[in-house]
């Protein structure tokens, strides 16, 4: 096998009937070839053009200043990444059809799709639905858009197909997102514990039975994969000031969605206003879907602006406080908090500021964040071993990386005072 050949190679492209036309320059790869047809028309979409409205890392960047990246970079990487591991695992002999290569890459392409302003930070609170939901109902009525040229896209995004390994790349413990964003989050936030193989693990990956394996020739670098994964959420993604900004975000638009439904006006985006006002639903309907296409950072951030000037003193402190990084103060404990602990800066928060009892919850917050960088019981990765036996990562001795569920608990305020 040559390991020297790359996704973007033409060659690959007009052997699988993929005419490359738009080359996109990536800092992490280079040149990601985009092929002519459905996927240059999904690339040029509003629905896929509002990613670039959409930032990666939530709240990160006040943590680590270049992290500015934004989601549509991410599908970027992870559409270069899928073209690669296809080419991978078609020269190891995997067999897929035409209508499956194209299925697997459109999947992967339109993943993110159901993400709203700061990613994570605000998911399930503008619509009452994970962002996995709203991306199928994306993808699906896209699909009627694209007369039905979508289907086989959706059936492998929702992990409906019948080959298990398609599924696999774009939603597993080693599928392609994950692929990309380590590496990305890490090149822009400059994390360096983030760093990860993703051309060698690539290069490993095979199929047994229509199941994705690793050979174990490359179980070293799915560990060191694996442990950048469990890093990287403790340094980046529940780093305790992005937590604080994220954590404040999210009290704000609720403080915000509690005052309109109590009748109030607020000077914020008019679509903001008319999201937070929708009536919870089971399904995702085409009004709740419009008005979220039309939402991005860039509606949050002008909504956070006019918030300063608010009559309200909770909107007006929390915006001014993110606008201006004055953040508030974090506790993490391994345990949960006792209530004396919560009560005691709960009276210290009514002491020193201009709010009732009612208004200290969105401005005392609490909960909890877990990371777990390994699944035993779900989706495990399968170790392909040198005398054709396939074994789950879990049962091989002396791993580096636990499968334990790690949790911190937190406590943000204002003012913190020590117990």
């Known amino acids: 096998m040559n390991d020297n050949f790359t996704a973007s190679d033409p060659d690959f492209m007009a052997k699988n009937s993929f005419r490359s036309y738009k080359i996109i320059n990536d800092p992490i790869y280079g040149f990601i070839s985009i092929p002519d047809g459905i996927f240059l028309k999904l690339l040029d979409h509003p629905w896929m053009q509002r990613l670039r409205r959409i930032s990666q890392l939530g709240c990160s960047h006040m943590v680590y200043p270049g992290a500015v990246h934004s989601r549509f970079h991410h599908v970027m990487g992870a559409f270069y990444l899928m073209q690669k591991a296809?080419?991978?695992?078609?020269?190891?002999?995997?067999?897929?059809?035409?209508?499956?290569?194209?299925?697997?890459?459109?999947?992967?392409?339109?993943?993110?799709?159901?993400?709203?302003?700061?990613?994570?930070?605000?998911?399930?609170?503008?619509?009452?639905?994970?962002?996995?939901k709203i991306t199928l109902a994306i993808i699906q009525q896209l699909n009627e858009e694209f007369d039905g040229r979508l289907e086989l896209a959706a059936k492998i995004?929702?992990?409906?197909?019948?080959?298990?390994?398609?599924?696999?790349?774009?939603?597993?413990?080693?599928?392609?997102?994950?692929?990309?964003?380590?590496?990305?989050?890490?090149?822009?936030?400059?994390?360096?514990?983030?760093?990860?193989?993703?051309?060698?693990?690539?290069?490993?990956?095979?199929?047994?039975?229509?199941?994705?394996?690793?050979?174990?020739?490359?179980?070293?670098?799915?560990?060191?994969?694996?442990?950048?994964?469990?890093?990287?959420?403790?340094?980046?993604?529940?780093?305790?000031?992005?937590?604080?900004?994220?954590?404040?975000?999210?009290?704000?638009?609720?403080?915000?969605?509690?005052?309109?439904?109590?009748?109030?006006?607020?000077?914020?985006?008019?679509?903001?206003?008319?999201?937070?006002?929708?009536?919870?639903?089971?399904?995702?309907?085409?009004?709740?879907?419009?008005?979220?296409?039309?939402?991005?950072d860039v509606s949050i951030l002008f909504s956070l602006k006019q918030l300063r000037m608010s009559e309200d003193y909770i909107c007006r402190e929390l915006s001014t406080r993110f606008l201006d990084r004055k953040l508030l103060k974090v506790k993490l404990s391994d345990h949960p908090f006792e209530e004396d602990d919560f009560q005691k800066h709960k009276s210290h928060l009514l002491e020193r500021?201009?709010?009732?009892?009612?208004?200290?919850?969105?401005?005392?917050?609490?909960?909890?964040?877990?990371?777990?960088?390994?699944?035993?019981?779900?989706?495990?990765?399968?170790?392909?071993?040198?005398?054709?036996?396939?074994?789950?990562?879990?049962?091989?001795?002396?791993?580096?990386?636990?499968?334990?569920?790690?949790?911190?608990?937190?406590l943000i305020a204002p003012t913190l005072i020590n117990n």
Not at 162 to 183: C, E, I, K, T, W
């Open 86 to 132: 296809l080419q991978v695992l078609e020269v190891k002999g995997t067999k897929f059809t035409k209508e499956e290569k194209e299925g697997v890459c459109l999947a992967i392409l339109l993943h993110d799709l159901g993400h709203g302003p700061y990613s994570h930070a605000l998911e399930t609170h503008l619509l009452p639905h994970s962002h996995e």
């Open 157 to 296: 995004f929702s992990g409906q197909y019948h080959r298990h390994f398609l599924n696999q790349l774009v939603a597993g413990q080693l599928d392609m997102d994950r692929m990309d964003y380590l590496s990305r989050d890490s090149f822009y936030t400059g994390v360096a514990e983030g760093v990860i193989s993703y051309d060698r693990i690539t290069h490993m990956l095979n199929t047994v039975d229509d199941q994705l394996v690793i050979e174990e020739k490359g179980i070293y670098s799915l560990e060191k994969f694996l442990t950048a994964r469990k890093l990287m959420y403790w340094q980046v993604y529940l780093h305790k000031t992005a937590l604080s900004a994220e954590k404040m975000l999210l009290s704000l638009v609720s403080r915000i969605k509690s005052l309109l439904r109590e009748g109030y006006t607020l000077p914020i985006c008019p679509i903001l206003n008319d999201i937070l006002l929708l009536e919870d639903n089971d399904s995702i309907n085409d009004k709740q879907l419009k008005l979220f296409r039309d939402l991005d």
């Open 353 to 410: 500021f201009p709010i009732n009892e009612a208004e200290a919850q969105f401005l005392l917050l609490t909960g909890e964040e877990s990371n777990t960088a390994y699944r035993i019981h779900r989706d495990e990765i399968i170790i392909l071993k040198k005398d054709g036996r396939v074994l789950p990562y879990s049962s091989f001795p002396n791993q580096l990386v636990s499968s334990g569920k790690l949790v911190k608990y937190y």
